[in-house]
């Protein structure tokens, strides 16, 4: 059982980890070198529990304790407990969802394991936005593709933001990083996937045009505002683009994914 402890120090040591979350570069150092990640809200904490992530510590308002009984009464590490306004004055925002968590980062997974199942897939190239990752892990797990694989450049999956707007799908949705970014496409040849290209290029063919039906796929999509790079659409099995309404050029890169994925889905 979580041993609940009523907090009114903010300089507390033991609330370090949930100090100052709005500030993107900061909490990316002071998480990947404690190995910790945030889980905000009562379902998404719920929901990384379940997945078998390890709680570290809880922080919460009064009036979730009872909500949260049950998570709590499973783990044997501190809750701590704050008024709402003193939790806002340490994380630095308003914590409107009521109740935080930090756990133990989940050891990363190889590529080769991410797609030795797989059969579609979702390859993002510089995603640099918290929000879209989490948007992209939400899709994707939806409408039941099998994994994501991320460049180098990729923001967290993990950071507090992503799994938010995630809704908890980045735990039950496997994904790795490709180091080697250059020979990705190589790399997802030689495994038996064909790929698409997602751009604006010329001549790229309409999506509501292209196989839906081929063995292993891979969705290959670029960052925001710049795309694919040349290396990756050239590289590809086939560059598709979704038709737009005169004037109009292209959608968010989340949306784009949404969209691609229904049309490519399992059937």
């Given at each position: 059982m979580a041993v609940t402890t009523h907090v009114d120090d903010l300089t507390d040591p033991r609330l370090r980890d949930y100090v100052h979350l709005r500030d993107v570069q900061l909490r990316s150092s002071l998480e990947a070198e404690r190995g910790i990640y945030l889980a905000e809200g009562e379902k998404v904490v719920r929901?990384?529990?379940?997945?078998?992530?390890?709680?570290?510590?809880?922080?919460?308002?009064?009036?979730?304790?009872?909500?949260?009984?049950?998570v709590l009464d499973a783990s044997d590490v501190p809750c701590f407990v704050l008024d709402e306004g003193l939790i806002e004055e340490l994380t630095g925002f308003h914590v409107h969802r009521g109740a935080l968590a930090a756990l133990e980062r989940p050891e990363p997974l190889a590529v080769e394991d991410v797609l030795r199942t797989a059969r579609r897939i979702v390859v993002l190239e510089d995603l640099v936005d918290h929000t879209n990752i989490g948007a992209v892990f939400r899709t994707v797990a939806a409408l039941g593709l099998d994994a994501v694989l991320l460049s180098p450049r990729c923001a967290d999956p993990l950071y507090r933001r992503s799994v938010k707007v995630a809704m908890g799908a980045v735990f039950r949705l496997p994904y790795?990083?490709?180091?080697?970014?250059?020979?990705?496409?190589?790399?997802?040849?030689?495994?038996?996937?064909?790929?698409y290209a997602m751009t604006l290029a010329?001549?790229?063919?309409?999506?509501?045009?292209?196989?839906?039906?081929?063995?292993?796929?891979?969705?290959?999509?670029?960052?925001?505002?710049?795309?694919?790079?040349?290396?990756?659409?050239?590289?590809?099995?086939?560059?598709?683009?979704?038709?737009?309404?005169e004037g109009i050029d292209s959608l968010n890169v989340a949306a784009s994914v949404a969209v691609a994925c229904w049309h490519l889905r399992p059937r």
């Open positions: 929901r990384a529990v379940e997945a078998g992530h390890r709680p570290l510590s809880f922080l919460m308002a009064p009036r979730w304790l009872d909500t949260l009984a049950d790795a990083r490709l180091d080697d970014w250059y020979a990705g496409p190589d790399l997802l040849r030689d495994a038996g996937f064909t790929t010329d001549d790229a063919v309409p999506l509501d045009s292209v196989p839906a039906d081929v063995d292993r796929l891979a969705i290959v999509v670029g960052g925001e505002g710049h795309g694919l790079t040349e290396h990756w659409q050239r590289e590809a099995d086939l560059r598709v683009t979704i038709p737009m309404a």
